[in-house]
Nanobody, 114 residues
Framework: QVQLVESGGGSVQPGGSLRLSCVAS????????MGWYRQVPEKEREMVAW????????DYADPVKGRFSASRDDDSNTIFLQMNNLQPEDTAVYYC???????WGQGTQVTVSS
């Protein structure tokens, strides 16, 4: 069955960096675009980054452009989210998702606080 497992969250000070990973299994990974999303309590989940297939460039939500970088490694069935210059408003639970599906990971908490 499809599984998505995120890791790499944690607590950092403003200006710090984190790298999230999401390992996928149970489907032909290189055929699917993948997405990173985040959610804070009482708000809807929002897309942060979209990673196409075939080496095309990733797309980003405006609040993270220039600070976050998303990538994929099809050999290891993994997507990554490099987050730099983190700010308190980036605090959220971060999820990965397979495109055109309701398959989500369990989420990883990112907290940015001084």
């Amino acid at each position: 069955q499809v599984q998505l497992v995120e890791s790499g969250g944690g607590s950092v000070q403003p200006g710090g960096s984190l790298r999230l990973s999401c390992v996928a299994s149970g489907f032909t990974f290189n055929r699917y675009p993948m997405g990173w999303y985040r959610q804070v309590p009482e708000k809807e989940r929002e897309m942060v980054a979209w990673i196409p297939t075939g080496g095309s460039s990733s797309d980003y939500a405006d609040p993270v452009k220039g600070r976050f970088s998303a990538s994929r490694d099809d050999d290891s069935n993994t997507i990554f989210l490099q987050m730099n210059n983190l700010q308190p408003e980036d605090t959220a639970v971060y999820y990965c998702r397979r495109s055109n599906s309701n398959y989500w990971g369990q989420g990883t908490q990112v907290t940015v606080s001084s």
